[in-house]
């Protein structure tokens, strides 16, 4: 099979859709999440048997490929450094933190969407992206909405529920646990994990948004980039409450419709969810502003960049 582009490792839905809307000669391909979770849990020393097994169905599919783009992933990686003959991109997903050994080989193109980690580590900036198709709004049903994983916001995600509680307002706050060990992770791939771990389906999320009045948006201390929370609301023209204080210097960053709040404060979070001139607002975004962030028009942006 000769390709042109191929996206290796890309499985989210937002992401495959983004692809797909791309012009002819594109490809993607992934390999089953079971096979990424075994990766990550068999000894080192056999890391590299596994990963052969891998390159060898991997050479005997895509026999030409004149540009290869990869997540932020390790197998990814690692298994696109043996890939011969090609021009390679990482598109980094999420903040580096500590994972910078992703960024020691020069045979890559690095682009991340966090302007800290541009910045840090001199590599190039892009878009962070988003696909809904033709989604449209429904009749609200929850005051206030959050999903993502536990992982350091536990002291924002309680005051949360806790002001909520106190206003009685009819939240969604969708807070769950990463699984820790490789049998959970089965579990969440085949749909069996236990509750604190499961997450919803992307159509799901997308609903819940649709049918929000407000969407919240926790970031981590050093994250400055924006989060598929903040896209999906703005795509959705729902009301925003985030503690990512760099959202302002956006050009569709509007008072009105996003608050900045301290949520490690339940003062701070009880005053605004207590402002009624920001809980009646209908928020409505530029569209014009938020063409940048349309997946397919971002990739192409990528993909033309590198050619040039």
């Not at 992982?151 to 646990?177: F, G, P, Y």
């Not at 509750?195 to 050093?222: A, C, F, P, R, W």
């Amino acid at each position: 099979m000769s390709n042109k582009t191929l996206f290796l490792g890309w499985d989210q839905e937002y992401e495959t859709t983004s692809i797909d809307e791309l012009e002819s000669g594109n490809n993607r391909f992934s390999y089953h999440r079971v096979i990424i979770i075994c990766y990550n849990y068999i000894p080192s020393a056999l890391k590299k048997y596994y990963e052969g097994v891998l390159l060898l169905y991997f050479n005997f599919r895509f026999k030409s490929i004149d540009t290869l783009i990869i997540p932020d992933n390790q197998l990814y990686y690692n298994l696109a450094l043996k890939v011969k003959g090609c021009k390679k991109i990482m598109i980094i997903r999420n903040i580096i933190g500590n994972r910078t050994s992703l960024l020691n080989s020069n045979e890559f193109l690095y682009y991340s969407f966090d302007r800290n980690d541009v910045e840090a580590y001199n590599i190039r900036s892009y878009n962070q992206f988003l696909y809904l198709g033709e989604v449209k709004n429904s009749e609200t049903y929850y005051d206030l909405y959050y999903l993502g994983l536990v992982k350091n916001r536990r002291r924002e995600i309680d005051n949360l529920i806790q002001v909520t509680n106190r206003l009685k307002l009819s939240s969604l706050i969708l807070a769950k646990e990463k699984p820790s060990n490789i049998l959970d992770k089965i579990r969440y791939k085949f749909g069996l994990e236990k509750q604190k771990h499961k997450l919803i389906d992307y159509g799901t999320n997308i609903e819940h948004v649709s049918k929000s009045n407000v969407i919240v948006d926790i970031v981590n201390e050093n994250q400055v980039g924006l989060t598929l929370r903040v896209l999906e609301a703005l795509f959705l023209n729902k009301k925003i409450i985030t503690n990512n204080r760099h959202i302002e210097h956006y050009d569709f960053f509007d008072s009105r419709y996003i608050k900045i709040v301290d949520l490690t404060s339940c003062s701070a979070i009880y005053s605004v969810l207590t402002d009624r001139e920001f809980l009646m607002a209908n928020a409505s975004y530029d569209a014009n502003m938020l063409e940048k962030f349309q997946g397919a028009k971002v990739l192409k942006g990528i993909l033309n960049e590198c050619r040039e």
